[in-house]
């Protein structure tokens, strides 16, 4: 027979084992606990006889099961600058009313509030009515004089009553650490009147490079730059390493806004985020030359601003979740140089300018559905990436890429484009999928093979947009498309010719420009594109037979360094053949 243990009662029984065939008798003390059990064995239900049980004709194991006898308080652990002790809540009683009960001398001009752990990550809520048998823990640390010595509150700016953050309905304070040997501070939630909801933090680096924790106030949800972080420009020079040897915060759960330069400096800190499950915002330059390691955004967070973790040399991956960020802010991971694996969730949709530049060990990454736009230089200088996958060509084709942003530039040997897994290298002529190619899709990509087959679906080639694309040896421009842009094909000097669509009616500035094998273009429209000055260079240009006008807009140039133009007329196909000689 097999009886539940419990912490609430306890069952008295001559034995557990029983012959076949037997009856076993037993009783339940159930101590403090008031209420009925309701007891059954094997699912029949048992009645007491004068406060005894009885299982009767046993000829298979039992067991049984106890159920109502659930105690009205709560074993509240409470543990006070690591000393421990429990006493008992009653149920209906808050956990605000159960400390005042006991009286352990705890204020908020002396603590730095009720947490629910002993890493003070998760703030308790002191109004939580007690309700449920679970034991609970509640943790504080108490501020002694010395560290009342050491702490200087400064008021920086009233409240602003139009401001619809909850931060700006307190007064902003700069809370200075000043001169003290002590290795910990813990920052009480009033000081001097002030109640800490949004404030700078500010660690003397001459007078208390001591100091490698400070436990923060469970008052506090907005935290920013303090006054010798005051980032001007930002970027490192605007944010120096801070001589101290803080390693360790409490960044909780009721933090919302860590803003600008709030950590930037501190170079042996080490965040954990896993407790900021209320953060919406990382400000510029919040983290910049921090010791983090390994970071998994809160689904909170919205925004990461501009250099919030520039030059995080210990930072090795970052994982942003599912319907979280929409923005990653200009340079806001410069120079993360072992930043290895990046995870961009499912809602972002804008990559700030060099947001990525110089992290060179990223290799690998996937791009989600929802981004819209990649700033220039966004991954510039990545020079390990090998990969990079998107759902669809027309996604691809589809986004605002500015100079040198995409991963295809500049790298050591350009990434690889996996299009729903496959390795992009040309296009299908009867794709309808992409209309437009937007300008520096394809800049620096090195693995096109052969003839380039523009698609007739596509109405415009942007600018750059097959800029440096050295592996291209020719290409066909379908019929549909109407204008090339700026510089759409500028040094990709593997090109040797060209076959131009009946519809093209325009060809932008450079747009084959610094084609060093381009021997051959033919156009298969009645009317040579118009010309803007985009074949500079040409030198013993001979009509043939197309008229003096068209040779005139060709002379002003598309292609330049082009040393003879012939140009002939077959059957409304115009042929135009230049030697580089």
Known sequence: VVFPTSEFFTVSTPSTIVSYGQSLSFTIDQGEISGVATVTANGQTLTPVNGVYTIQNITSNVIVAIDGLLPEFVNLSVNIDGEKQTVRADFGLSLQEVIDTYQFGVTDENSCGWYLDENFTQVADMSTVLTQPANMSLYTKTVTQEMLNALTVTEIAEPDPSSESPASAEKLALVTVG???????????????????????????????NVESVILPTTINNITGSGNMNVDGYGVEAVPEIDVALTNINLHNKIEVIDNAAFGGYSNLRVDFSGLTSLTTIGEAAFALTNVVDVVLPKSVKTIGGYAFESCCTLKSFIIQDDSVTKIGEYAFENCEFLETVEFGNKLEIIDEAAFIDCYAIKEITIPDSLTQMVDWAFARCNRMKRVNVSSLAKWCSMDIGFAANPFYEGLNSAKLYINGQLLTNFAKDDKTVTEFKAHVFEGYDYFEGDLVIPDAVTKIGESAFEQCYTVKSVTIGDGVEEIDYGAFYFSSGISSVVLGKNVTTMDKY???????????????????AASATVAGIRDAKKGDIAAKSLQEYQQGRFLELHQLDICLHSQIHRLLERFR
Do not use: H, R, W
């Open 179 to 209: 001169e003290t040997t002590l290795n910990e501070i813990v920052i009480p939630k009033v000081i001097n009147g002030y109640t800490l909801t949004q404030s700078m933090f500010d660690i003397n680096s001459t007078f208390a490079a």
């Open 511 to 529: 747009a084959f420009a610094d084609c060093e094998e381009l021997l051959d273009v033919y156009c298969f429209g009645f009317d040579v594109p």
